[in-house]
């Protein structure tokens, strides 16, 4: 590890109760420790959307998560819609309190405001049936082929989110809910 990285830990550690204040567990989401790893510069702290707080992004236990109605309904509207790929923070699968920025989609949307969505990855997971291959499109700027990654499910809240990158045509968005359907009987 890194000098940096042992900074930003212990800065994480001692942030962490001030950004978390007021936030409620739910019986249904993973609530792994979450350490600030955000960007530093002098006299400020930098925190990515969706890294701490009521907003904060965090890792949920799909299998017990029952009615989830997965829908195609992108609108270019500034808010998260399913089939809609945003950034937020995402935490490792470590739950060491680390994670980072990336792309995910928006699978699916509660009367609450919260939103399931599953991360995006550029590395390459042909055959892999926790991956869903999405080929290339607008979301990644070096027109990269993309996987989403089914196996780990994540509540995301508008707060917590970046911006609106793009959307999966209707095409792919299927590819991706017939997985998780699939997988979790989601319908």
Do not use: C
Not at 38 to 56: F, I, L, M, Y
Not at 152 to 167: I, K, L, P, T, W
């Amino acid at each position: 590890m890194t000098d940096t990285s042992r900074f930003l830990t212990a800065l994480g550690r001692v942030l962490r109760p001030l950004f978390a204040s007021g936030s409620k567990q739910r019986a249904d989401v993973a609530t792994p420790r979450r350490a600030a790893t955000a960007r530093v510069t002098p006299g400020k702290v930098e925190v990515s959307p969706g890294q701490v707080g009521d907003d904060a992004t965090v890792e949920v236990d799909p299998q017990r998560l029952r009615k989830v109605r997965l829908a195609y309904t992108p609108e270019r509207d500034g808010e998260p819609d399913p089939g809609e790929i945003v950034w937020t923070w995402v935490p490792y699968e470590e739950r060491d309190g680390r994670g980072k920025d990336r792309p995910v989609v928006i699978v699916a949307a509660s009367n609450a405001g919260d939103f399931l969505a599953v991360q995006l990855t550029s590395k390459a997971h042909d055959g892999d049936r926790d991956f869903v291959s999405l080929g290339d499109g607008a979301w990644d700027r070096e027109g990269r082929p993309s996987w989403a990654r089914i196996d780990r499910v994540f509540r995301v809240r508008a707060g917590g989110m970046r911006r609106e990158a793009s959307s999966l045509d209707s095409r792919r968005y299927s590819l991706v809910a017939d997985a998780l359907a699939a997988r979790y009987g989601w319908g």
